[in-house]
Protein backbone atom coordinates (compact mmCIF):
# COMPACT_ATOMS: atom_id res chain seq x y z
CA UNK A 1 0.00 0.00 0.00
CA UNK A 2 1.44 3.28 -0.68
CA UNK A 3 2.04 6.06 1.56
CA UNK A 4 -0.44 8.39 -0.48
CA UNK A 5 -3.00 5.84 0.42
CA UNK A 6 -2.30 4.69 3.62
CA UNK A 7 -2.96 8.91 4.78
CA UNK A 8 -5.90 8.87 3.36
CA UNK A 9 -7.30 6.03 4.85
CA UNK A 10 -5.99 7.57 8.52
CA UNK A 11 -7.85 10.84 7.09
CA UNK A 12 -11.06 9.37 6.39
CA UNK A 13 -10.90 7.21 9.83
CA UNK A 14 -10.19 10.21 11.71
CA UNK A 15 -12.96 12.17 10.06
CA UNK A 16 -15.59 9.40 11.03
CA UNK A 17 -14.13 8.83 13.94
CA UNK A 18 -14.47 13.14 14.71
CA UNK A 19 -18.30 12.68 13.00
CA UNK A 20 -19.00 10.23 15.12
CA UNK A 21 -17.75 12.13 18.16
CA UNK A 22 -19.57 15.38 16.95
CA UNK A 23 -22.45 13.22 16.91
CA UNK A 24 -22.72 11.87 20.79
CA UNK A 25 -22.29 14.95 21.80
CA UNK A 26 -25.35 16.24 19.92
CA UNK A 27 -27.19 13.43 21.09
CA UNK A 28 -26.85 14.22 24.80
CA UNK A 29 -29.98 14.63 26.66
CA UNK A 30 -31.29 17.54 28.84
CA UNK A 31 -34.69 18.75 30.53
CA UNK A 32 -36.83 21.55 30.44
CA UNK A 33 -35.18 23.00 33.24
CA UNK A 34 -32.12 23.07 31.79
CA UNK A 35 -32.72 24.03 28.46
CA UNK A 36 -34.84 27.29 30.23
CA UNK A 37 -31.85 28.10 32.41
CA UNK A 38 -29.37 28.40 29.64
CA UNK A 39 -31.84 30.25 27.18
CA UNK A 40 -32.28 32.41 30.33
CA UNK A 41 -28.78 33.09 31.03
CA UNK A 42 -27.68 33.95 27.95
CA UNK A 43 -30.08 36.33 26.79
CA UNK A 44 -28.50 38.43 30.31
CA UNK A 45 -25.72 40.79 29.60
CA UNK A 46 -22.15 39.15 29.99
CA UNK A 47 -21.76 41.69 32.92
CA UNK A 48 -25.24 41.62 34.36
CA UNK A 49 -24.47 39.34 37.42
CA UNK A 50 -27.12 39.84 39.33
CA UNK A 51 -29.17 38.70 36.72
CA UNK A 52 -27.36 35.84 35.80
CA UNK A 53 -27.47 34.34 38.63
CA UNK A 54 -31.13 34.89 39.27
CA UNK A 55 -30.65 37.56 42.51
CA UNK A 56 -31.26 40.89 43.38
CA UNK A 57 -28.54 43.37 44.36
CA UNK A 58 -27.91 43.30 48.19
CA UNK A 59 -29.11 40.17 48.93
CA UNK A 60 -26.57 37.97 51.42
CA UNK A 61 -23.87 35.64 50.71
CA UNK A 62 -25.80 32.35 51.38
CA UNK A 63 -28.01 33.67 48.98
CA UNK A 64 -25.34 33.64 46.03
CA UNK A 65 -24.01 30.89 46.83
CA UNK A 66 -26.92 29.49 46.71
CA UNK A 67 -27.93 30.48 43.49
CA UNK A 68 -24.54 29.72 41.26
CA UNK A 69 -25.05 25.81 43.28
CA UNK A 70 -28.15 25.57 41.60
CA UNK A 71 -27.45 27.47 38.60
CA UNK A 72 -23.87 25.81 38.31
CA UNK A 73 -25.90 22.38 38.50
CA UNK A 74 -28.44 23.29 35.81
CA UNK A 75 -26.15 24.45 32.85
CA UNK A 76 -23.09 22.07 33.07
CA UNK A 77 -22.34 20.77 29.72
CA UNK A 78 -21.31 17.78 31.08
CA UNK A 79 -24.65 17.10 31.88
CA UNK A 80 -26.63 19.73 30.09
CA UNK A 81 -26.55 19.04 26.15
CA UNK A 82 -28.26 21.86 25.55
CA UNK A 83 -26.70 24.27 22.75
CA UNK A 84 -25.00 27.53 24.08
CA UNK A 85 -24.67 25.55 27.61
CA UNK A 86 -20.96 26.00 27.98
CA UNK A 87 -21.07 29.51 27.57
CA UNK A 88 -24.00 29.76 30.07
CA UNK A 89 -21.89 27.83 32.24
CA UNK A 90 -19.12 30.02 32.24
CA UNK A 91 -21.13 33.03 32.11
CA UNK A 92 -22.69 31.57 35.82
CA UNK A 93 -19.06 31.22 36.92
CA UNK A 94 -17.59 34.92 36.19
CA UNK A 95 -21.22 36.02 38.04
CA UNK A 96 -20.35 34.25 41.43
CA UNK A 97 -16.26 34.73 41.00
CA UNK A 98 -16.98 38.58 41.31
CA UNK A 99 -20.29 38.52 43.51
CA UNK A 100 -18.47 36.20 45.75
CA UNK A 101 -15.58 38.66 46.04
CA UNK A 102 -16.06 41.21 48.81
CA UNK A 103 -13.60 43.78 47.24
CA UNK A 104 -14.86 42.83 43.11
CA UNK A 105 -18.34 43.22 44.34
CA UNK A 106 -18.07 46.44 46.09
CA UNK A 107 -16.32 47.31 42.49
CA UNK A 108 -19.09 45.95 40.38
CA UNK A 109 -21.79 47.47 42.83
CA UNK A 110 -20.49 51.32 42.35
CA UNK A 111 -19.23 50.77 38.60
CA UNK A 112 -20.66 48.36 36.85
CA UNK A 113 -18.65 46.48 34.55
CA UNK A 114 -16.52 43.56 34.74
CA UNK A 115 -14.39 44.68 37.78
CA UNK A 116 -11.21 42.97 36.23
CA UNK A 117 -11.62 44.54 32.85
CA UNK A 118 -12.34 48.07 34.75
CA UNK A 119 -9.14 48.19 37.59
CA UNK A 120 -7.43 45.41 35.87
CA UNK A 121 -6.88 41.94 37.70
CA UNK A 122 -5.25 41.45 41.08
CA UNK A 123 -5.08 39.38 44.19
CA UNK A 124 -9.40 38.51 45.47
CA UNK A 125 -8.25 37.63 49.19
CA UNK A 126 -11.42 38.37 50.04
CA UNK A 127 -12.83 35.84 47.86
CA UNK A 128 -13.83 32.67 49.68
CA UNK A 129 -12.01 30.78 47.09
CA UNK A 130 -9.59 32.91 45.79
CA UNK A 131 -6.66 31.16 48.33
CA UNK A 132 -7.77 27.67 48.11
CA UNK A 133 -4.53 26.86 46.64
CA UNK A 134 -1.00 26.85 47.92
CA UNK A 135 2.07 26.13 47.00
CA UNK A 136 4.00 22.85 48.43
CA UNK A 137 6.93 24.88 49.65
CA UNK A 138 4.92 27.44 51.56
CA UNK A 139 4.76 30.31 48.77
CA UNK A 140 1.92 31.62 46.59
CA UNK A 141 1.18 29.51 43.40
CA UNK A 142 -0.16 31.54 40.29
CA UNK A 143 -4.29 30.82 41.71
CA UNK A 144 -3.07 34.40 43.18
CA UNK A 145 -2.16 35.93 39.99
CA UNK A 146 -5.03 34.31 37.16
CA UNK A 147 -8.75 33.45 37.74
CA UNK A 148 -9.98 30.52 38.56
CA UNK A 149 -11.43 28.52 35.47
CA UNK A 150 -15.19 27.61 35.41
CA UNK A 151 -14.25 24.18 35.62
CA UNK A 152 -12.06 24.23 38.42
CA UNK A 153 -14.78 26.72 40.48
CA UNK A 154 -17.14 24.13 40.02
CA UNK A 155 -15.08 21.63 41.40
CA UNK A 156 -14.30 23.47 44.30
CA UNK A 157 -16.79 24.45 45.29
CA UNK A 158 -18.43 21.13 45.69
CA UNK A 159 -15.90 19.77 47.01
CA UNK A 160 -14.39 17.36 44.52
CA UNK A 161 -17.57 14.42 44.62
CA UNK A 162 -20.04 16.62 46.35
CA UNK A 163 -21.45 16.06 43.07
CA UNK A 164 -22.30 12.31 44.53
CA UNK A 165 -20.03 10.72 41.01
CA UNK A 166 -22.08 12.06 38.64
CA UNK A 167 -19.76 13.81 36.68
CA UNK A 168 -16.58 11.22 36.48
CA UNK A 169 -13.55 13.88 36.86
CA UNK A 170 -14.87 15.83 39.95
CA UNK A 171 -14.78 12.41 42.10
CA UNK A 172 -12.83 12.78 45.06
CA UNK A 173 -10.29 10.41 44.00
CA UNK A 174 -9.40 13.35 41.31
CA UNK A 175 -9.94 16.15 42.95
CA UNK A 176 -7.04 18.28 44.67
CA UNK A 177 -4.47 15.46 43.70
CA UNK A 178 -6.00 12.20 44.99
CA UNK A 179 -7.72 11.05 47.98
CA UNK A 180 -5.49 12.60 50.48
CA UNK A 181 -6.10 16.05 49.38
CA UNK A 182 -5.44 19.40 51.06
CA UNK A 183 -8.51 20.51 53.32
CA UNK A 184 -9.39 24.05 53.32
CA UNK A 185 -11.88 25.46 56.36
CA UNK A 186 -13.41 28.69 56.90
CA UNK A 187 -15.16 30.42 59.31
CA UNK A 188 -18.48 32.00 57.96
CA UNK A 189 -18.35 34.82 60.52
CA UNK A 190 -18.49 35.12 64.45
CA UNK A 191 -16.82 33.18 67.15
CA UNK A 192 -16.23 29.71 68.58
CA UNK A 193 -18.97 27.66 68.05
CA UNK A 194 -20.00 28.97 64.90
CA UNK A 195 -20.46 26.79 61.60
CA UNK A 196 -17.55 26.05 60.06
CA UNK A 197 -17.35 25.13 56.32
CA UNK A 198 -14.69 22.62 54.48
CA UNK A 199 -14.07 22.68 50.52
CA UNK A 200 -11.56 19.90 49.35
CA UNK A 201 -9.80 16.73 50.77
CA UNK A 202 -11.37 13.18 51.09
CA UNK A 203 -10.74 13.01 54.59
CA UNK A 204 -13.62 13.34 57.81
CA UNK A 205 -14.55 16.86 57.97
CA UNK A 206 -13.40 18.40 61.74
CA UNK A 207 -12.80 21.47 63.15
CA UNK A 208 -9.46 23.40 62.63
CA UNK A 209 -6.86 22.72 65.40
CA UNK A 210 -4.82 24.82 67.51
CA UNK A 211 -2.03 26.73 65.27
CA UNK A 212 0.59 26.98 68.11
CA UNK A 213 1.27 23.34 67.77
CA UNK A 214 -0.93 21.86 65.15
CA UNK A 215 -2.37 19.08 67.92
CA UNK A 216 -5.85 18.55 69.28
CA UNK A 217 -5.83 19.88 73.13
CA UNK A 218 -7.00 16.97 75.05
CA UNK A 219 -10.19 17.56 76.95
CA UNK A 220 -8.96 17.59 80.73
CA UNK A 221 -11.48 16.34 83.23
CA UNK A 222 -11.66 19.80 85.26
CA UNK A 223 -12.21 21.08 82.07
CA UNK A 224 -14.93 18.60 81.40
CA UNK A 225 -16.27 19.40 85.19
CA UNK A 226 -15.88 23.10 84.38
CA UNK A 227 -18.82 22.50 81.69
CA UNK A 228 -20.64 19.81 83.25
CA UNK A 229 -21.12 22.29 86.26
CA UNK A 230 -23.95 24.19 85.09
CA UNK A 231 -26.34 21.30 84.93
CA UNK A 232 -24.80 19.82 88.46
CA UNK A 233 -25.93 23.10 89.88
CA UNK A 234 -29.14 22.83 88.48
CA UNK A 235 -29.88 19.45 89.06
CA UNK A 236 -28.70 18.55 92.62
CA UNK A 237 -28.81 21.65 94.21
CA UNK A 238 -32.79 21.60 94.29
CA UNK A 239 -32.38 18.05 95.49
CA UNK A 240 -29.98 19.12 98.00
CA UNK A 241 -32.34 21.72 98.99
CA UNK A 242 -34.96 19.23 99.02
CA UNK A 243 -33.31 16.52 101.52
CA UNK A 244 -32.06 19.54 103.63
CA UNK A 245 -35.33 21.34 104.73
CA UNK A 246 -38.17 19.53 105.60
CA UNK A 247 -41.50 20.63 104.30
CA UNK A 248 -43.64 22.30 107.11
CA UNK A 249 -46.64 20.04 109.00
CA UNK A 250 -50.10 20.90 108.30
CA UNK A 251 -52.02 24.03 109.51
CA UNK A 252 -54.75 22.98 111.96
CA UNK A 253 -58.28 24.07 111.75
CA UNK A 254 -59.44 28.04 113.01
CA UNK A 255 -62.61 28.71 114.43
CA UNK A 256 -63.45 32.46 115.10
CA UNK A 257 -65.12 31.80 118.30
CA UNK A 258 -64.01 28.76 120.69
CA UNK A 259 -65.92 25.84 119.88
CA UNK A 260 -64.30 22.45 122.07
CA UNK A 261 -62.10 21.20 121.59
CA UNK A 262 -60.94 24.18 119.29
CA UNK A 263 -59.99 26.34 122.52
CA UNK A 264 -56.54 27.39 122.17
CA UNK A 265 -56.56 31.31 121.41
CA UNK A 266 -54.32 32.78 118.59
CA UNK A 267 -54.02 36.15 117.90
CA UNK A 268 -52.46 37.29 114.53
CA UNK A 269 -49.22 39.04 113.34
CA UNK A 270 -47.41 41.06 113.20
CA UNK A 271 -50.58 43.63 113.97
CA UNK A 272 -53.14 41.45 115.77
CA UNK A 273 -55.97 42.45 114.00
CA UNK A 274 -57.77 39.08 114.07
CA UNK A 275 -58.43 36.87 117.11
CA UNK A 276 -58.60 32.58 116.02
CA UNK A 277 -59.03 29.35 117.91
CA UNK A 278 -57.29 25.86 117.06
CA UNK A 279 -57.12 22.66 118.57
CA UNK A 280 -53.50 22.13 119.71
CA UNK A 281 -53.95 18.56 119.31
CA UNK A 282 -53.90 18.68 115.75
CA UNK A 283 -50.52 20.80 115.31
CA UNK A 284 -48.38 18.65 117.90
CA UNK A 285 -45.26 19.06 116.14
CA UNK A 286 -45.52 22.80 115.92
CA UNK A 287 -42.21 24.57 117.06
CA UNK A 288 -42.30 28.48 118.19
CA UNK A 289 -41.38 29.33 114.89
CA UNK A 290 -44.78 27.36 112.83
CA UNK A 291 -46.98 28.83 115.16
CA UNK A 292 -45.69 32.67 114.95
CA UNK A 293 -45.63 31.70 110.49
CA UNK A 294 -49.00 31.15 110.80
CA UNK A 295 -50.17 34.13 112.58
CA UNK A 296 -48.55 35.45 109.90
CA UNK A 297 -50.42 33.87 107.41
CA UNK A 298 -54.08 34.21 108.82
CA UNK A 299 -53.60 38.26 109.82
CA UNK A 300 -52.82 38.35 105.71
CA UNK A 301 -55.36 36.47 104.52
CA UNK A 302 -57.71 38.24 106.95
CA UNK A 303 -56.75 42.07 105.11
CA UNK A 304 -57.29 40.48 101.75
CA UNK A 305 -60.45 38.45 102.50
CA UNK A 306 -61.69 42.74 104.03
CA UNK A 307 -60.14 44.66 100.87
CA UNK A 308 -62.38 41.81 98.54
CA UNK A 309 -65.11 42.31 100.43
CA UNK A 310 -64.99 46.04 100.47
CA UNK A 311 -64.24 45.95 96.89
CA UNK A 312 -67.73 44.45 96.71
CA UNK A 313 -69.58 46.75 98.90
CA UNK A 314 -68.48 49.76 96.61
CA UNK A 315 -69.44 48.58 93.58
CA UNK A 316 -73.33 47.47 94.79
CA UNK A 317 -72.91 51.17 96.05
CA UNK A 318 -72.10 52.43 92.73
CA UNK A 319 -74.48 50.19 91.22
CA UNK A 320 -77.72 51.75 93.48
CA UNK A 321 -76.16 55.19 92.35
CA UNK A 322 -76.44 54.70 88.82
CA UNK A 323 -80.07 53.10 89.32
CA UNK A 324 -80.96 56.84 91.41
CA UNK A 325 -79.79 58.53 88.80
CA UNK A 326 -82.35 57.76 86.07
CA UNK A 327 -82.44 58.46 82.61
CA UNK A 328 -84.34 61.69 83.04
CA UNK A 329 -84.32 62.79 86.67
CA UNK A 330 -83.00 61.94 89.97
CA UNK A 331 -84.70 59.63 92.38
CA UNK A 332 -83.76 61.83 95.72
CA UNK A 333 -84.73 59.33 97.83
CA UNK A 334 -82.99 55.95 96.26
CA UNK A 335 -79.84 58.63 95.96
CA UNK A 336 -79.77 59.52 99.66
CA UNK A 337 -79.98 55.67 100.60
CA UNK A 338 -77.20 54.54 97.93
CA UNK A 339 -75.21 57.20 99.69
CA UNK A 340 -76.24 56.07 103.66
CA UNK A 341 -75.20 52.95 102.77
CA UNK A 342 -73.42 51.11 104.91
CA UNK A 343 -69.97 49.31 103.66
CA UNK A 344 -68.53 47.79 107.12
CA UNK A 345 -65.46 45.75 105.29
CA UNK A 346 -64.02 49.20 104.12
CA UNK A 347 -64.69 50.53 107.67
CA UNK A 348 -62.76 48.02 109.19
CA UNK A 349 -59.74 48.67 107.07
CA UNK A 350 -60.22 52.44 107.68
CA UNK A 351 -60.40 51.09 111.39
CA UNK A 352 -57.06 49.29 111.01
CA UNK A 353 -55.63 52.27 109.20
CA UNK A 354 -55.11 50.01 106.06
CA UNK A 355 -55.74 52.29 102.66
CA UNK A 356 -58.72 51.65 101.11
CA UNK A 357 -58.64 51.50 97.39
CA UNK A 358 -61.72 53.69 95.65
CA UNK A 359 -63.85 51.47 93.47
CA UNK A 360 -65.25 54.62 91.48
Not at 62 to 85: F, Q, V
Request: charged residues 25%; proline residues 6%; glycine residues 10%.
Amino acid sequence: MSATASGADAKANGNAKSREHNQGNQNRKYSDEQKAAVIRVRKCSQTAFYQILGIEKGCSEADIKKAYRKLSLLTHPDKNGYEGADEAFKMVSRAFQVLSDAEKKTKYDRFGGDPDSRFGSGPAASSPFSGFSQAAGGGRSSMYEEEISPEELFKRFFGGGGMGGGFGPFGAENFMGGGGGQQFVFNLGGGPGFRVHQFGGRGPRRRPRDTNNGQETPTSISSLLLNLLPLLILFILPMLSSLLSSSPPPSPDLYETPDPPHTMKRVSAPRGLYTYYVDPNQAPDYTTKNWRALDVRVESKYIQQLQYECTREQQLQNRMMQDAQGFFFQDADKMSKARRMEKKSCDKLRSHHIPVEQYY
